[in-house]
């Protein structure tokens, strides 16, 4: 920044320095007469003169940065540029780094096949798992007179894990300690995104599988409450027609009580 504005480094003989990034413009290298201007807080200032918005950018101490080019007119926001290259680089370093948990696994010397198989099983699957394995050799007592058997063993173990990780940092001797740290390799890390991908893709399809079954299961429910409403309406049917029936029934018995009554009465007058 001079006078709160970026300048445009130039290579003696040669102009201005070429950049590998595609060409943002700022400043006077803006070469629309008007712009859309976009203040440094995100507020909208308008449509304005590119003389206008040098003019503003001076009295802010900050840039004029052509934000969006192939617009009509260009976006241009106001900003500090130097700034703004750099969370660009920070950001973009973020996303390359890849947090990696190292994990650390102990030997001895003369540990036994067994246990060794078990050992490198382990580191294995920490490999696979794309985490750096920090290998531990820890020698008791005079096994320090000897630290050709550790150098042995680390030889031994990179053999076994060769297909998933190689070398970080090589064997060396700490104290009573041979250490060595184990990465994954390119292809490991290719295998791990590829799991990953596997992985989602086998979640989302079992997500799409239980809601399918959840719909059915509704839909199920919804049926069986229909027929259930059904069953009911059908049984209200059945009772009324059967309370009819015995209201009819009992008309029909109290007529003919009626009608013998009359009849006992007939055949005293006689």
């Known amino acids: 920044m001079a006078g709160g504005r970026t300048e445009i480094a130039r290579v003696k003989g040669r102009g201005y320095s070429r950049s590998k990034e595609p060409e943002v413009r700022i400043n006077q290298r803006i070469r629309a007469r008007e712009v859309r201007l976009v203040d440094t807080d995100g507020g909208q200032l308008g449509v304005v003169t590119i003389k206008e918005a040098l003019d503003l950018s001076e009295q802010r101490g ?30 973009a370093a973020a996303k390359k780094q890849k947090s990696q948990t190292v994990k650390e696994i102990k030997f001895r010397p003369n540990i036994g096949d067994h246990d060794l198989d078990v050992k490198i099983g382990r580191i294995r699957e920490f490999l696979g798992e794309d985490n750096k394995t920090k290998i531990r050799i820890f020698f008791r007592g005079r096994e320090i007179v000897h630290p050709e058997l550790g150098r042995k063993l680390a030889n031994r173990i990179l053999e076994r894990v060769a297909d998933l990780g190689g070398v970080d940092i090589p064997p060396k001797m700490e104290g009573k300690n041979l250490i060595m740290v184990i990465t994954p390799n390119k292809n490991t890390q290719e295998k791990v995104a590829q799991k990953k991908i596997t992985q989602e893709k086998v979640a989302a399809k079992k997500n799409i599988q239980d809601k399918v079954v959840q719909e059915e299961v509704a839909q199920e429910k919804v049926v069986q409450e229909e027929v259930t409403q059904e069953e009911v309406v059908q049984e209200k049917v059945v009772q009324e027609e ?4 015995e209201v009819v029934q009992e008309e029909v018995a109290q007529e003919k ?3 013998g009554g009359k009849e006992n009465a ?4 006689k």
């Open 62 to 91: 900050v840039d004029l940065v052509e934000v969006a080019q192939n617009a009509n007119p260009p976006v241009c926001r106001l900003m500090d540029y130097g700034k703004y290259k750099y969370e660009l680089k920070k950001q």
């Open 242 to 245: 059967v309370t009819q029936e």
């Open 257 to 259: 009580n009626t009608q």
């Open 266 to 269: 007939e055949d005293e007058n």
